[in-house]
């Protein structure tokens, strides 16, 4: 693993988010800006990632410019319990304008017509994320990849449908590897109980991506891990 374009960020979970958020907005969106007419900005679901949309909107972005896509997202209507668009839209939906957000169309009926409709409304804006925020689970996944599934890892696809994820829902939409992996900046959480072994996992040079595939974020030109476990690689 590269040492010389991240930073292992520790500290506790409340302070984690708002780091989390400056490291979107300056290192992120600012700087991507000076060069370019809009970013796009790409976010996963969960606890861990609320305090950070809360941080977010707390900066004074330039949210006309940036536009907002789903890591991943369950198979379920943008209001349902379960969506994690839902959790974005209701900690930032009273600031952002409406062209900025990207949610995931859900549609039952053709699921994989609906995969590749979202991965168009991406190739319309350039087809990449400029910035990518991730979660690691317990077992090193990240978005709805997870360990050991080969064959979604080396499809060329930009987004990919999943159906029999191990974590429910089963049926998902999820980033490919392929798409994160043009990614200009990272941004990886590492928190919370039960998550030591995925941070010692992910900074272990033998594991390689198939076996945690949270190690995507570590072939982007600069990345962050922010965690509140214990980090056994020097700082």
């Given at each position: 693993m590269a040492k010389d374009n991240f930073m292992v960020l520790q500290a506790l979970p409340e302070m984690l988010a708002k780091k989390a958020a400056w490291i979107i907005y300056k290192e992120g969106i600012e700087k991507l800006l000076e060069s370019q007419p809009h970013v796009v900005l790409?976010?996963?679901?969960?606890?861990?990632v609320i305090p950070v949309f809360k941080a977010l909107g707390e900066f004074k972005i330039d949210w006309q410019r940036v536009h907002i896509f789903m890591v991943d997202e369950r198979f379920v209507p943008v209001t349902d319990e379960q969506s994690n668009y839902r959790l974005l839209f209701e900690q930032l939906g009273d600031i952002l304008p409406a062209e900025s957000l990207h949610p995931f169309e859900f549609d039952d009926v053709d699921r994989r017509g609906a995969v590749g409709r979202y991965a168009q409304m991406l190739n319309k804006l350039g087809g990449r994320f400029d910035i990518v925020l991730l979660s690691s689970g317990e077992?090193?996944?990240?978005?709805?990849?997870?360990?050991?599934?080969?064959?979604?890892?080396?499809?060329?696809?930009?987004f990919v449908l999943i159906t029999d994820a191990p974590k429910p829902p089963p049926t998902r939409v999820s980033a490919t590897f392929e798409l994160l992996k043009k990614s200009s900046v990272g941004l990886l959480l590492v928190i919370g109980e039960g998550k030591q072994q995925a941070l010692d996992i992910f900074l272990d040079d033998s594991v390689d991506m198939d076996s945690c595939p949270a190690k995507v974020i570590a072939g982007l030109p600069k990345y962050f891990v922010l965690t509140d476990r214990e980090v056994s690689l020097p700082l």
């Open positions: 790409a976010v996963p679901g969960g606890r861990n077992d090193g996944h990240i978005a709805s990849l997870f360990p050991g599934r080969g064959e979604v890892h080396r499809t060329r696809e930009s």
